[in-house]
C-alpha cells in the first residue's frame, strides 16, 4: 500500500498528467495489494479497465505473479480473454493473461483461468498458444493443465 500511496503522491506532486481509467487497480495488482486493489474497484475504477500501458490489472497481476490479486481480480469478475492492446515488452498486442501465465509458469493461475473459461486455443502474434509457451520453458503443470483443454 505504501509503495501504491509513494507513486501516486509523486506523480501528483511532480506535475505529472492524471491517471487513465485502470492505472491506479494496475498498480495495486502490480505491487500485490489486495486490500489498495479491492479500495480502486470501491472508489470507481472498473475491473476490465485498460491503462495507460494497455494491460489490465489481471494482465499485471499474472506478469508480476501475484497470485492472490489475480484470483481476487477474476473472483470479481477479470475478464481471462482479455487482450493487450499495447505492445509491452517481449509481450504484442493481443496477449491473454493464459498467455501470460503458461510463459510464466504460474500453474496455480493457469488452473483458475482454466476454471473462469479462457480459451486455450487464441494464438497470439507471434503465432504461439499458451501450451507452446509452456512448453517452450518446461512448465510441466501448466503443459498438463492446458492439455486437459
Known sequence: MKKVLLATMFLVLSGAQMLHAGDSLSRAAIA???SAAQGCLKSGEKVNDIDKWGWTALHWSIYYGNTPVARWLLDTGADPNSRTVKD???YLVGTTPLILASAYGHDEIVAALLKKKADAGVV???GK?????AREYDFHKCVSLLERK
Not at 498458444?129 to 509457451?133: P, V
Open 32 to 34: 500485490g495489494d489486495l
Open 88 to 90: 509491452y515488452g517481449s
Open 124 to 126: 497470439d502474434r507471434k
Open 129 to 133: 498458444k499458451a501450451i507452446d509457451y
